[in-house]
T-cell receptor
Framework: GQNIDQPTEMTATEGAIVQINCTYQTSGFNGLFWYQQHAGEAPTFLSYNVLDGLEEKGRFSSFLSRSKGYSYLLLKELQMKDSASYLCAKAAGNKLTFGGGTRVLVKP | AAGVIQSPRHLIKEKRETATLKCYPIPRHDTVYWYQQGPGQDPQFLISFYEKMQSDKGSIPDRFSAQQFSDYHSELNMSSLELGDSALYFC?????????????FGEGSWLTVV
């Protein structure tokens, strides 16, 4: 299997920073996606990493270490609307395999 | 910008009936994917098509079939529906030649089997 692991749930305060870790098996790896999904809605694309390093996009940043099979999504200046599930997805071939998602709850 | 369009958005069927979901990819995208997401679960890959040919197959039941047409839209046909088929079905698309190969999802089709 792809063994994509991420924490089930995280809670943080509005304005704070949260880091969501994701580990995966490195075999067949093409790239690593992060998606945000609100309940009952489609996953929306946040980031895509294929090379090692940090990619910053506004309040969201994503990091990848290919050799370690590790990625994280960093959410800064948390807002209430950031409460959602964050899905880590490994691209292998032409399909995505998702982790179980991390539910982030932002509290006032 | 145009996104991935799915129809119908909601569908209610009885057990043993047949359902068809449609997906219209982002213009110029040549690859279509189908995912199934049960309640409280992560999306599971079902099947994908590139240039109208099946390119990969995941956990798609034998009761389901899909195809991609000449205009690149795709249809997922589900027969002998079971209660466990109730889920959110996502279609996604990408452009093969895009080196990033970013995959974009449609808003999903809710299927409820009663």
């Amino acid at each position: 299997g792809q063994n994509i692991d991420q924490p089930t749930e995280m809670t943080a305060t509005e304005g704070a920073i949260v880091q969501i870790n994701c580990t995966y098996q490195t075999s067949g790896f093409n790239g690593l996606f992060w998606y945000q999904q609100h309940a009952g809605e489609a996953p929306t694309f946040l980031s895509y990493n294929v090379l090692d390093g940090l990619e910053e996009k506004g309040r969201f940043s994503s990091f990848l270490s290919r050799s370690k099979g590790y990625s994280y999504l960093l959410l800064k200046e948390l807002q209430m609307k950031d409460s959602a599930s964050y899905l880590c997805a490994k691209a292998a071939g032409n399909k995505l395999t998702f982790g179980g998602g991390t539910r982030v709850l932002v509290k006032p | 910008a145009a996104g991935v369009i799915q129809s119908p958005r909601h569908l209610i069927k009885e057990k043993r009936e047949t359902a068809t979901l449609k997906c219209y990819p982002i213009p110029r995208h040549d690859t279509v994917y189908w995912y199934q997401q049960g309640p409280g679960q992560d999306p599971q890959f079902l099947i994908s098509f590139y240039e109208k040919m099946q390119s990969d197959k995941g956990s798609i039941p034998d009761r389901f079939s899909a195809q991609q047409f000449s205009d690149y839209h795709s249809e997922l046909n589900m027969s002998s529906l079971e209660l466990g088929d109730s889920a959110l079905y996502f279609c996604a698309s990408s452009l093969e030649q895009d080196t990033r190969n970013t995959i974009y999802f449609g808003e999903g089709s809710w299927l409820t089997v009663v």
